[in-house]
T-cell receptor
Framework: AQTVTQSQPEMSVQEAETVTLSCTYD???????LFWYKQPPSRQMILVIR??????QNATENRFSVNFQKAAKSFSLKISDSQLGDAAMYFC?????????????FGKGITLSVRP | GAGVSQSPSNKVTEKGKDVELRCDPI?????LYWYRQSLGQGLEFLIY????????KSGLPSDRFSAERTGGSVSTLTIQRTQQEDSAVYLC?????????????FGDGTRLSIL
């Protein structure tokens, strides 16, 4: 079974600065998908960025980018030019590519606060 | 277009009562998922529906939990004889069919409190 670990329960960043959120996972599969989701106080989970394991290039979405290290099974999220609206819980998630069983396996999340 | 809709937003009930939680997925999304988020925890998978296939129930924590999806659209999660440990936020998500890199779109969840 796959597991996702987010070892930092909380982080804080100054507005306009850069912050990196860590995530590691464990799997025996060679191909899979990884995601970062954001959950603001409104509770709705919002997809931030996704990465296919077979792609060597790190995914980027505007101020959000990942550092995907497949051999180390590490998938960190970098937020550049942090904004007050980035304050939320961030969840790392894994999905298998096998068959139609596409449930997400989530880490426990990290609470990010942004200081003005 | 409309997103995933869940109702009720909040539910408070007494221990031992049955509850029903509703999820209305995005139109055209054939895949529907239920997750549970307990305080301080990540999301725990409960059940997954894909089209007319048999659902993946592997995440249901006990036989008090069941879910159905009528007509390939609206889904209802039922918890019988509720216990205090059932208190959590129940999140529903839907996605298009296809490879599992399809993003899952989440509703706002139902916060269930068992007294």
């Amino acid at each position: 079974a796959q597991t996702v670990t987010q070892s930092q329960p909380e982080m804080s960043v100054q507005e306009a600065e850069t912050v990196t959120l860590s995530c590691t996972y464990d799997t025996s599969e060679s191909d899979y998908y990884l995601f970062w989701y954001k959950q603001p106080p409104s509770r709705q989970m919002i997809l931030v960025i996704r990465q296919e394991a077979y792609k060597q290039q790190n995914a980027t979405e505007n101020r959000f980018s990942v550092n995907f290290q497949k051999a180390a099974k590490s998938f960190s999220l970098k937020i550049s030019d942090s904004q007050l609206g980035d304050a939320a819980m961030y969840f790392c998630a894994y999905n298998t590519v096998q068959g139609a069983n596409s449930k997400l396996t989530f880490g426990k999340g990290i609470t990010l606060s942004v200081r003005p | 277009g409309a997103g995933v809709s869940q109702s009720p937003s909040n539910k408070v009930t007494e221990k031992g009562k049955d509850v029903e939680l509703r999820c209305d997925p995005i139109s055209g999304h054939t895949a529907l998922y239920w997750y549970r988020q307990s305080l301080g925890q990540g999301l725990e998978f409960l059940i997954y529906f894909q089209g007319n296939s048999a659902p993946d129930k592997s995440g249901l924590p006990s036989d008090r939990f069941s879910a159905e999806r009528t007509g390939g659209s609206v889904s209802t999660l039922t918890i019988q004889r509720t216990q205090q440990e059932d208190s959590a936020v129940y999140l529903c998500a839907s996605s298009l069919a296809g490879p599992s890199n399809q993003p899952q779109h989440f509703g706002d969840g139902t916060r269930l409190s068992i007294l």
